[in-house]
């Protein structure tokens, strides 16, 4: 059975169009319905909260049936459902309840469609990029025009734009076939006898912390450039420079991953998370050094996702992966996504943003001492991927 490409690729579009039309706006239309700081952070703590049950309530669900995209269908359909409840109310509790119910469904689709998408390629796992740079694609073109949009436009706008993109998520699910389950030996190793490997724990541990310095980035960087007078286009055009740089280093993922091994990809990413951060800790005067902070993107996400998706790949074998790309999304961007929204609009104002991402960048610090000692120096059944 050939690959299905483009059906894979258009869900990604839609879902990091999503993502695009979510992350940077979302947050100032917060702001424009009357929430302080803190209330945002919290809002979007609970975006983290759910990250960390969801998955992998609905990895184990899926493992367990062999049904992983009738899960994504499924938990497209009331990801769309239950956010169109925006469009409805009104005060915190409401925005409250709703951001968990559409939370919940909604961080059970992707890392369901990585295993997915990995089970379709099967030996082809290097042309995992060629497809996930369509989310960078949907990414940008969500962002500059809802960018451009909000010049002219209400940020009241946002909930529907969004919902749209959502239901159109789970249209393209519908049209994407299912992969053959596999028929695993009860022999296998057991997902408790993984966990208590260092490397996976350490490995978990870089990903929380690199999630944790990024979480402010995803709350409050459009809040931060509008304080320092940035138009929402500029805004916009930031956004898409960052994941422009992303697909590039998608496209040539592949060259790269021939060539170096994930381990020192994922250390190299990581010292670039360093610098990244005290850019836009510092520098948000200067465009041009907030221009190439932005373009560090491409390591710091792209570099550390893709080397994150193989590593979860070579850790957890077909017979946990569904759950393993679970634990990742759960911990990572669940934990250290919630834990880093928490503080961050907890201390926005009262110690200044300046200082918000310089915690950030010494979170990547710590994330670069684990990474070094302990990720990639197991012997490697396989040297292209460890190294």
């Known amino acids: ?11 990604y579009f839609f879902y990091f169009a999503t993502v695009g039309g979510f992350i940077p706006y979302w947050s100032l239309y917060l702001k424009d319905s009357g929430f302080n ?10 975006l983290g909260a759910t990250r960390i049950v969801a998955p992998l309530l609905w990895g184990w669900i899926a493992d367990r049936t062999g049904k992983s995209l009738r899960v994504i269908r499924w938990a497209a359909f009331f990801t769309a459902l239950f956010f169109s409840g925006f469009l409805f109310i009104q005060g915190y509790v409401w925005f409250a309840w709703i951001s968990i119910a559409f939370s ?28 996930r740079l369509w989310g960078s694609i949907g990414f940008i073109v ?42 695993h030996q009860t022999a296998a190793v057991g997902i408790l006898h993984i966990l208590k490997k260092p490397e996976v724990l350490a490995f978990l541990a870089v990903n929380m912390l690199l999630q944790l310095a990024h ?14 007078q940035y138009s929402t286009s500029l805004t916009g055009l930031l956004w898409a420079l960052a994941v422009l740089a992303e697909i ?49 993107h491409a390591a710091t996400f792209a570099g550390v996702h893709v ?30 996504g919630m834990l880093g929204s ?3 609009g907890y201390y926005w104002e009262s110690l200044g943003s300046s200082f918000i991402y310089s915690i950030a960048s010494v979170c990547c610090g710590m994330a670069f001492i684990i990474a070094y000692f302990w990720i990639g120096r197991e012997k490697p059944q396989n040297k292209t991927i460890l190294g």
Request: include cysteine; hydrophobic fraction near 55%; proline fraction near 3%.
């Open 342 to 344: 928490y503080y961050s």
């Open 307 to 336: 080397a994150a998706i193989h590593l979860v790949h070579h850790y957890f074998g077909d017979r946990h992966q569904g759950k393993g790309q679970a634990l990742y999304s759960s911990l990572s961007y669940g934990l250290g």
């Open 215 to 228: 979480a402010p980035y995803y709350v409050f960087y459009s809040i931060y450039l509008k304080h320092f």
């Open 104 to 131: 919940f469904f909604w961080n059970a689709a992707l890392p369901q469609f990585e295993a997915v998408t990995l089970a379709h390629l099967k030996n082809e796992a290097h042309r995992y990029s060629q497809i």
């Open 37 to 46: 700081p803190v209330e945002i952070g919290e809002l979007s703590a609970l």
């Open 142 to 183: 969500a962002v500059l025009g809802i960018g451009k949009a909000l010049d002219h436009q209400s940020s009241a706008i946002l909930p529907a734009v969004i919902s749209a993109l959502m239901l159109l998520i789970w249209l393209v699910s519908l049209i994407t076939p299912a992969t053959q389950a596999i028929k």
């Open 248 to 296: 590039v280093l998608f496209i040539y993922m592949r060259r790269l991953l021939l060539r170096f091994s994930l381990r020192n990809i994922l250390l190299f990413s990581i010292l670039l998370g360093i610098v990244r951060w005290l850019l836009i800790a510092w520098c948000v005067d200067y465009l041009w050094l907030l221009v190439f902070a932005q373009l560090l």
């Open 1 to 11: 059975m050939s690959v299905p490409y483009w059906r894979l690729s258009g869900f």
